[in-house]
């Protein structure tokens, strides 16, 4: 009998535990600390980082807690490739295995990618498997694609699907200039500004999230910032600090 194929986690054991017990109780220690908030309607989209859990799990947890409470049925990933330079946006088609168990996934309209070491779509996995009981799941991997194209080609999952974009913020500042920097981001975000975002905002999955922009302003979803804080408020020094945050998109 020919072994199964499945896509095995490439980074357990650095950006989060490979032993299922530590990874459980680390996740729910992060979603225990992190407040719910009430968002006054429907959640159609999330915006959550993807560093290692020690630096980005808490903020990451203020999503996975609402996205608990909205309890979809599907959910589409999309996050950028740091690796490897792509051109489009690629699926996925084999189950994920991580320390939590494996998670079937479902292909979208893309090529597939046969072998990748990708870790913004792969920290996501543990927390919908903690938040989330029966769901379907579609990751996307993009690379050199317009945010415009990117929004249009997930569009027909707004109505029956939470989006996930994976993102996080400004790279390698100083504490204070870095908080500043942020928040020029954050605000254009949440003005639905997508000009601004573009020209100014600073992010790694910044296609992902100019995407969720063209979303919002076209179906009318209101952004909520959740959480705000970057490395050096977790587990890093304050000289070169990544930021983080998790923004609701509601209906």
Known sequence: ????????????????????????????????????????????????????????????????????????????????????????????SLPWQTPLGELKVNRADFPIIKKDVEHSLEVQAPFLQTVLANFEFTPIMYGEI?????????????????????????????????????????????????????RAGDACGKIGVGALILLAKKNKWKPILLDYRNSGDTAGNKDEVVGYASIAFIK
Do not use: C
């Open 1 to 92: 009998m020919s072994k199964k194929e499945v896509r095995f986690s490439v980074h357990a054991g650095s950006f989060y535990p490979a032993d299922k017990e530590a990874l459980s109780l680390m996740i729910e220690k992060f979603l225990s600390e992190a407040p719910i908030k009430k968002l006054g309607g429907k959640l159609a989209a999330l915006i959550v980082p993807h560093a290692g859990y020690i630096y980005s799990g808490l903020t990451a947890a203020f999503g996975y807690n609402s996205l608990k409470i909205a309890a979809p049925k599907k959910i589409v990933l999309i996050g950028p490739s740091h690796y490897h330079y792509i051109k489009g946006a690629y699926s996925f």
């Open 146 to 198: 317009s945010s415009d194209a990117l929004a249009g080609s997930i569009s027909a999952h707004t109505k029956d699907s939470v989006i996930i974009a994976s993102s996080d913020l400004s790279h390698f500042f100083k504490y204070g200039e870095a908080k500043q920097i942020d928040a020029v981001t954050i605000n254009a975000i949440l003005d639905l500004d997508f000009e601004e975002f573009m």
